[in-house]
Structures are given as C-alpha cells and as structure tokens.
C-alpha cells in the first residue's frame, strides 16, 4: 500500500457561475484559510456573464496558488466540478461552492478524517437555510435516492468533500455525460465517512441552481443509479392489466348469470384514460433513459474550455 504523504498539498475545486457579488468574500476567505499544508485552488468558471471572470482574472495575476478555467459557455454546475477534478493538482482533493454555503474551515476536519484513513470525506448537512419548501424538497429527494440507488449513497450529503488522488482517477476514469457526482463518489467506493456541519446562508448574490435545474440533477441522479423506475412501469403495467382482467371477469359473470350490466359511457371512458395515463407514464419513462443513451452515444465533451490563467496556464503550455 502506497504511504500517504506527511504534508500533502490540497487542490480545492470552486466552480462558479455569476458569482460577481461572493467574489471578494470568498477570496477574503480563502486568503484566512490555513490548513497547514500548501493549498492550490482552481475556478472553474461555468460561463459567467458577469464581472466574475474578471475578478478571477486579476487574482491569478497576484496570487500564484490561484488559477481558473473557463468554459465558452455555461455547461452546469456537475460538468465544472468534472473540469476541476480533471485539471486540479494535489495529493488530496476538495469541492467547495462559490457561494460560501459551505463553510470553508470545515476543511480542517476533512483533512484530519484523511489524515485518519478516510479516502472520501464528505459533508453531511445538519441545516438548512433555504425556504421550507427547499427543505422538504432536498430531504425527500435523498432519501428516495438512498432507498432505491444500487449503491450508498449517504443522506444529505451534497458535493462539498474531499477525496484522495486515488478515488479523484477513478471519477476522471468515468467517461458518462450525465454527471451526477455525489453518485460517481459512492460508485468508486474505498473509505468513506462523513462529517456533519450546519450550512450557511448565501453570503451574496442569487443562486444559479434554479428549480428546473435543480429537477434535472435529480432526475440525473436517480436513473442514473437505479432501474427502479423502469420496474416501477412493469409494475403498472401489471397492475393495470390484472384490473382489466377483473373487469373482464365480472362482465363475464354478469352475463353467464343474465345480469344486464347498465349501459353507459363512463366505465368506458374511465378505463380508457386510466390505461391512457399509465402507457403514456411508462414511455416517458422509457424516454428519460433512452435520451440518455442517446447522449451517451454521441460522445461530445462534458465542456469546452476557452481559457486558462495562473498555475492553469503555466501547466498548459508546458504540456
């Protein structure tokens, strides 16, 4: 077994996404931060619209642990977290969002579970302040996820954690389009173990992750780990023809017993729609899938990078 180094160096991943209000706090904070160990940190700037890039830009130039990547176009916020485990340097690696929701000195804790054998740490939200809709939203979602996912993948534990070389080259090995990276973290397996934290509010700005997209990472995660949802359509399917059957029968029975069933449209068209409804569930279902492997067969890149600037650059041309 490898030996881990004594003072290892963190790469701390930050995708970011019309950040221009966060920015200077989260600098301020990064400049504070102090782990012990040299920390390398690299943006990935999800095609900001805003002043973003550019604070990002004249960091780099005075800092020389800083650097950035960015995209020609906003590609998501699991496709920029891919970016950076790809072009990140370290022994050990972090994810941290933009938006300071994650306490930075939690990192702290994360190195010395790593330091302690963990090969993944990762960080359980105790709190939540966003709405309560939010709340309820997020705390349904994974425990549904848990409950039919064909792997572990712990409750409310979001993309803020640290990993090892070893399990960041076993993400990278991967090659789907739909990322869903909290899964492909619990996919790879080795050590694990979680650290809880209270989540903060957003220092500044507005969030990027709107519902709709919110809903697509859900989605993404869920059939992405599971085949649930097409057995729940056999399931249907099932149930629906075992009640047509039933109906079948007790028509039969009425007419052997020369009961006259009432004429009438109603039955009709009920029955009508309600195997209607569940044929037209079960094809979008089928759907959701098979637009995926369509996206899996065309192979485009997860995103197309535009720019390079401090240790980024440096390593790029050299490359």
């Known amino acids: 077994m490898k030996q881990r180094p004594s003072e290892p160096e963190l790469g701390l991943i930050i995708p970011c996404h019309n950040e221009e209000d966060v920015v200077p706090e989260l600098l301020h904070a990064l400049e504070d931060l102090d782990l012990g160990i040299p920390v390398s940190v690299l943006f990935v700037d999800d095609g900001s619209t805003d002043g973003t890039l550019e604070a990002f830009k004249e960091a780099c130039l005075h800092n020389k642990r800083l650097a950035c990547l960015s995209f020609s176009r906003n590609f998501g916020h699991q496709s920029a977290v891919s970016a950076g485990l790809r072009h990140v340097r370290g022994d050990i690696v972090a994810v941290l969002d933009a938006d300071l929701q994650d306490p930075p000195e939690v990192l702290h804790e994360f190195v010395k579970a790593w330091r302690n054998g963990a090969d ?3 960080g359980i939200r105790t709190n939540r302040k966003e709405s ?28 803020f954690a640290l990993m090892d070389r070893k399990v960041v080259s076993v993400i990278n090995a991967m090659p789907e389009h739909n990322r869903f990276i909290r899964g492909l973290r619990g996919w790879a397996g080795f050590k694990q173990t979680g650290i809880p934290y209270e989540r903060q509010a957003r220092r500044a700005g507005r969030p990027s992750y709107t519902l709709k997209r919110l809903m697509r990472l859900a989605f993404d995660g869920l059939m992405s780990f599971s085949a649930v949802p097409l057995r729940v359509s056999s399931w249907m399917g099932a149930a629906s023809a075992l009640l047509g059957f039933g109906y079948l029968a007790y028509a039969l029975t009425c007419w052997l017993r020369g009961i006259q069933l009432p004429p009438g449209w109603t039955s009709t068209i009920v029955v009508v729609l309600f195997l209607g409804g569940i044929q037209l569930m079960v094809l979008g279902i089928l759907g959701e899938y098979i637009g995926r492997i369509f996206d899996e067969v065309k192979n485009r890149p ?18």
């Open 120 to 122: 993944v740490v990762y």
């Open 302 to 319: 997860h995103y197309v990078p535009s720019a390079a600037y401090g240790w980024l650059k440096g390593e790029d041309e050299a490359a």
């Open 132 to 159: 309560l809709f939010l709340r309820l939203a997020y705390r349904m979602f994974y425990r549904l996820l848990q409950r039919i996912a064909n792997i572990h993948i712990p409750l409310d534990a979001g993309d």
